[in-house]
């Protein structure tokens, strides 16, 4: 059974995602048509994908002790940021033509999921620690 904390996560994921989709389709039909690339919707998913998987293995691990948060969450950042680094390569070594059409938006949804991610992780730690206090 999924617990509330993660409920209320994967709702405020799904919200972010269905926001930022519909400003991606506004703006590449509209101002940035040229630089549509059919790779974007992949990498919307796959950025969207691992950020729920490790900010849920976050919640577990602080679930499991507070106190070794640090050190998971340094751990699932790297992995995480591996996963992206080999992703980009992949799409780069695929699409060369286009290196900057491809790096840009995957740049941009990174520092979007990022702020949204750190911004949830926060408040779940917030409110973590005032309940065991």
């Known amino acids: 059974m999924i617990s509330t904390e993660k409920r209320i996560f994967l709702r405020h994921t799904l ?25 974007f ?7 969207a994908l691992i950020t729920v998987f490790s900010h849920i293995r976050l919640m577990n691990a602080v679930r499991l002790n507070v106190l070794k948060f640090n050190t998971a969450y340094l751990a699932i950042m790297s992995i995480k940021l591996f996963m992206y680094f080999v992703f980009i390569l992949i799409c780069l070594l695929l699409n060369r033509s286009n290196a900057i059409d491809v790096v840009v938006p995957f740049l941009v949804l990174y520092i979007f999921y990022t702020i949204f991610e750190v911004v949830e992780i926060s408040t779940f730690l917030k409110k973590n620690t005032n309940s065991s206090n």
Do not use: D, H, M, R
Request: proline share 3%; glycine share 4%.
């Open 41 to 47: 919707p992949i990498q919307f998913a796959v950025i």
């Open 15 to 39: 919200w972010f995602c269905l926001v930022l989709a519909g400003i991606s389709l506004l703006l590449f039909t509209t101002v940035l048509k040229k630089y549509y690339l059919n790779i």
